[in-house]
């Protein structure tokens, strides 16, 4: 069965601290990942990944791809308080060529000031 | 400017009533999608559609069904609603083609009592 698992399921840090979200897969014909940033309403999208090795960066935030050990993280340095979100890792596609990608559970990240 | 929508942010039903949630997309995207999210559970994928009266059952199919008459409508309708359907309920849409990234609608946080 195709999976995808996020940790920490929940973090607390202070403003100004550096993250890493980890997430870790077992899909059949694997071709992209993909990470989620949720605040209140619908998820949005930051990055696509689909070759290992290469950063994908937007600001403070920053993601690597990692087909060895079928895993990503997610990197957040200098965080704010708008930060706090839950981030969703999500790989695409399962196996059988479906169209649906698969959701991990999510990393529920609290930034407090 | 992407955009999907759902037709309502807040929706409180009955124990048994029919209930209809609405998504529409402006993006001529031909994959459509209905989530619910838990606490816990994460997105849970209830049906997708990737054709115009196309439709296919995602995990949780059960005590739900959808249609999709235009391309750029989808709705999601519980026959029966029942208090353990009392979820966030989140629409997507995405192209068929080679972008991978997938949209979503701002959610319908549906009560049932």
């Known amino acids: 069965e195709d999976k995808v698992v996020q940790s920490p399921l929940s973090l607390v840090v202070h403003e100004g601290d550096t993250v890493t979200l980890n997430c870790s897969y077992e899909v059949t014909n694997f071709r992209s990942l993909l990470w989620y940033k949720q605040e209140k309403k619908a998820p949005t999208f930051l990055f696509m990944l689909?070759?290992?090795?290469i950063e994908k960066k937007s600001g403070r935030l920053s993601s690597i791809l990692d087909k060895k050990e079928l895993s990503s993280i997610l990197n957040i340095t200098a965080t704010q308080t708008g930060d706090s979100a839950i981030y969703l890792c999500?790989?695409?596609?399962?196996?059988?060529?479906?169209?649906?990608?698969?959701f991990g559970k999510g990393t529920k990240l609290t930034v407090n000031p | 400017d992407v955009k999907v929508t759902q037709s309502s942010r807040y929706l409180v039903k009955r124990t048994g009533e029919k209930v209809f949630l609405e998504c529409v997309q402006d993006m001529d995207h031909e994959n459509m999608f209905w989530y619910r999210q838990d606490p816990g559970l994460g997105l849970r994928l209830i049906y997708f559609s990737y054709d115009v009266k196309m439709k296919e059952k995602g995990d949780i199919p059960e005590g739900y069904s959808v249609s999709r008459e235009k391309k750029e409508r989808f709705s999601l309708i519980l026959e029966s609603a029942s208090t353990n359907q009392t979820s966030m309920y989140l629409c997507a849409s995405r192209s068929a083609d080679s972008s991978y990234e997938q949209y979503f609608g701002p959610g319908t946080r549906l009560t049932v009592t």
């Open positions: 689909t070759s290992s090795g």
């Open positions: 999500a790989v695409f596609p399962p196996g059988g060529g479906s169209e649906k990608l698969v």
